[in-house]
């Protein structure tokens, strides 16, 4: 049974750029949920999709936008980067809106230079 | 504002030497604690759940056990493969399903 696949790994970004992350979710998982991990500041949520509707936001500038297409599979985008925006992000899926925790990817590391 | 508190930062252990790692939560109404593994570079990758005070759960070396406050990872004898990041996650008892996430524990086990 395949993960949660993410691509790309690895990406790297000058400041004012902007950039699409793709996230695949397990089969048959409809919720899919993004993260941003850094080392000052932990794992912290960014959105959340079920259904192709996002449902909650996390506390990030409108520069950071997702969607969710009907297939499940769903992409986040930020805009006008910004040197912060260096982390890695995480995507994490799961059957019914998270009720049983989420399944992690691998993640993109973003580098903005 | 749900708030996760994970100690210690870091954790040094030598193979066979058990020990603890301590979640304290503070949150308004609990759906469920999540236990995490990460592995440097990976995704967080899940262990255990655990939905009410006094539920326990275990996976090989691993035991996660839930009062209403905090939640404990006993690591029982330790390998050095056990080497990793642990973090702890709430999810609250609402319409937002979000995960709350701790800063996590870094364990390290020598042989």
């Known amino acids: 049974k395949a993960g949660v696949t993410q691509t790309p790994r690895y990406l790297i970004k000058t400041r004012g750029q902007q950039v699409t992350l793709s996230c695949s979710p397990i089969?048959?998982?409809?919720?899919v949920s993004w993260y941003q991990q850094t080392p000052g500041q932990g794992l912290q949520f960014l959105f959340e999709y079920f259904s192709e509707t996002q449902r909650n936001k996390g506390n990030f500038p409108g520069r950071f936008s997702g969607r969710q297409f009907s297939n499940s599979r769903s992409e986040m985008n930020v805009s006008t980067l910004e040197l912060g925006d260096s982390a890695l992000y995480l995507c994490?899926?799961?059957?019914?809106?998270?009720?049983?925790?989420?399944?992690f990817g691998s993640g993109t590391r973003l580098t903005v230079v | 504002e749900d708030q996760v508190t994970q100690s210690p930062e870091a954790l040094r252990l030598q193979e066979g030497e058990s020990s603890s790692l301590n979640c304290s939560y503070t949150?308004?109404?609990?759906?469920?604690l999540f236990w995490y593994r990460q592995d440097p570079g990976k995704g967080p990758e899940f262990l255990f759940t655990l939905y009410s005070a006094g539920e326990e759960k275990e996976k090989e070396r691993l035991k996660a056990t839930l009062t209403k406050k905090e939640s404990f990872l006993h690591i029982t004898a330790p390998k050095p493969e056990d080497s990793a990041t642990y973090l702890c996650a709430v999810q609250a008892n609402s319409n937002d399903y979000k995960l709350s996430f701790g800063a996590g524990t870094t364990v390290t086990v020598r042989a």
């Open positions: 994490a899926s799961s059957l019914v809106k998270g009720t049983y925790g989420y399944t």
């Open positions: 949150v308004s109404g609990l759906r469920g």
């Open positions: 089969s048959g998982h409809r919720s």
